[in-house]
């Protein structure tokens, strides 16, 4: 990375998705999917490995996106991997990084593990299925969350936050 565009660099952000809830059946005669997960913000697009015959797949995959703009949206689609022709889409979801910043930026210290710093209510304009919380987990702030998959009949993802600063970034 060139000096520039780590000055422009907020840091990183480790997204974990640690697994899919009820995903939608692809492969009719399987009854099943071989889902995986495509996470995109602006131009970064990364994805998890695929996990065979599975509706309730457990990735527990670590990808990191390079923050510029925390008003940009991460979003997130899931597929089912296909041998033979294209893969199809199960559903896609989006969350807003803005009050996991604001909670990063806080800069809090020594709080006891598991402390709430901030809550997430589900809403209309977002995907989450049940509240979010941004909590203190071994002296990190962390944030949980459950999305709703749109555009599919059924599915949810789990996922955390953890922010990463990096030096020799403008930093939060």
């Known amino acids: 990375?060139?000096?520039?565009?780590?000055?422009?660099?907020?840091?990183?952000?480790?997204i974990r998705i640690h697994r899919g809830i009820n995903l939608a059946i692809r492969d009719v005669h399987?009854?099943?999917?071989?889902?995986?997960v495509v996470v995109r913000m602006g131009k970064q697009k990364l994805k998890t490995r695929v996990v065979k015959k599975n509706v309730n797949p457990e990735w527990n995959e670590d990808?990191?996106?390079?923050i510029v703009d925390p008003n940009t949206p991460?979003?997130?689609?899931v597929f089912d991997r296909d041998t033979f022709t294209f893969d199809d889409k199960m559903g896609d979801t989006e969350f807003d990084i803005k009050p996991f910043i604001e909670a990063v930026k806080?800069?809090?210290?020594?709080?006891?593990?598991?402390?709430?710093?901030?809550?997430?209510?589900?809403?209309?304009?977002?995907?989450?299925?049940?509240?979010?919380?941004?909590?203190?987990?071994?002296?990190?702030?962390?944030q949980k969350m459950f999305l709703r998959l749109r555009?599919?009949?059924?599915?949810?993802?789990?996922?955390?936050?953890?922010?990463?600063?990096?030096?020799?970034?403008?930093?939060l």
């Not at 399987?30 to 995986?36: A, F």
């Not at 800069?107 to 402390?115: Q, Y």
């Not at 555009?151 to 930093?171: A, F, H, T």
């Open 1 to 14: 990375m060139s000096d520039s565009s780590m000055e422009k660099m907020l840091g990183l952000l480790r």
């Open 30 to 36: 399987l009854r099943s999917s071989d889902p995986y």
């Open 63 to 66: 990808l990191t996106l390079c």
């Open 74 to 77: 991460i979003k997130l689609t």
């Open 106 to 142: 806080m800069r809090l210290e020594g709080l006891p593990d598991g402390t709430i710093i901030t809550r997430v209510k589900p809403s209309r304009q977002n995907c989450l299925s049940e509240e979010s919380n941004i909590i203190w987990i071994n002296g990190k702030t962390v």
């Open 151 to 171: 555009n599919v009949e059924c599915g949810e993802l789990e996922l955390q936050l953890q922010w990463i600063d990096i030096p020799g970034s403008r930093g």
